[in-house]
């Protein structure tokens, strides 16, 4: 079965600096896709970024990069010149090519002014 | 303009109650699901339906039953709430890999239903 590790509960980051998210997965799939998703203290699910296990360049999103490091099964966010609005719940996914979507227990990151 | 929307938004009522939360997407995708986050923000899915076809049933109890009128609905039925049913639930949607634009697509959410049951 597919298992999500996301190993930081919570994250504190300066305003403008960078972060990364880390996020590992178990699978035994080759072909699999990798989602990060950002929940607001508002509540909604909001969709940031997407890898490919095929894919040989890492994902980019505007200030949202992923580092992919497929032998490590690891793929963590970076975000780049953190904001006040970026704190938020961040959530780790895998989709398998059959079964569920599987998301991590997610980290807290609070951006500090 | 809502891409998944969700009604009601919040919901009380009292254990032993019957009650159903709907999901309408307008995105024309064909996989809609259906996901319940407690209070430590854990996600799980519950539910998932294709083409008005259940794919993944999660051991959920059997109080719980999805109903899909038609591709843009998924509602979801429960019975005789519990007090461990209390969380937030979420309506999402997806176009699947062999329709989609790859082979593996995003999931969008719906806003969520907080539930709470006395």
Known sequence: AQKITQTQPGMFVQEKEAVTLDCTYDTSDQSYGLFWYKQPSSGEMIFLIYQGSYDEQNATEGRYSLNFQKARKSANLVISASQLGDSAMYFCAMSPLVGNFVFGPGTRLSVLP | ?118
């Open chain 2, 1 to 118: 303009d809502t891409a998944v929307s969700q009604t009601p938004k919040y919901l009380v009522t009292q254990m032993g109650n019957d009650k159903s939360i709907k999901c309408e997407q307008n995105l024309g995708h064909d996989t809609m699901y259906w996901y319940k986050q407690d209070s430590k923000k854990f996600l799980k899915i519950m539910f998932s339906y294709n083409n008005k076809e259940l794919i993944i049933n999660e051991t959920v109890p059997n109080r719980f039953s999805p109903k899909s009128p038609d591709k843009a609905h998924l509602n979801l039925h429960i019975n005789s709430l519990e007090l461990g049913d209390s969380a937030v639930y979420f309506c999402a949607s997806s176009q699947s890999g062999l329709a989609g634009r790859r082979l593996y697509n995003e999931q969008f959410f719906g806003p969520g239903t907080r539930l709470t049951v006395l």
